[in-house]
Nanobody, 115 residues
Framework: QVQLVESGGGWVQPGGSLRLSCAASGSISSSSIMGWYRQAPGKERELVAVIFTAGTTRYADSVKGRFTISRDNAKNTVYLQMNSLKPEDTAVYYC?????????WGQGTLVTVSS
């Protein structure tokens, strides 16, 4: 079992920045894929960014150049640095952990971008 706890969400004006954190506990392995997804009101959950074991990253086109995903394996934590935020980035952001057949999700943290 893996437990994920997100933090760092909140309200920010357009153009602002936030950093999300996701702390993992339980049967953790650095040989895993961790990622951030988001779900806006009335929309389906979508991939934001993922980071693989070796540190390779992938981003949704909508966040490339603005968001950065990173992980600290010693702390079992993954981060999402979000810069130049736009109103369309408003969503609940979820952390995800995958290793083999194990697929765990956090409870989500709300990010609201508005003036």
């Amino acid at each position: 079992q893996v437990q994920l706890v997100e933090s760092g969400g909140g309200w920010v004006q357009p153009g602002g920045s936030l950093r999300l954190s996701c702390a993992a506990s339980g049967s953790i392995s650095s040989s895993s894929i961790m990622g951030w997804y988001r779900q806006a009101p009335g929309k389906e959950r979508e991939l934001v960014a993922v980071i693989f074991t070796a540190g390779t990253t992938r981003y949704a086109d909508s966040v490339k150049g603005r968001f950065t995903i990173s992980r600290d394996n010693a702390k079992n934590t993954v981060y999402l640095q979000m810069n130049s935020l736009k109103p369309e980035d408003t969503a609940v952001y979820y952390c995800n952990y995958r290793r083999g057949s194990l697929d765990a999700w956090g409870q989500g943290t709300l990010v609201t971008v508005s003036s």
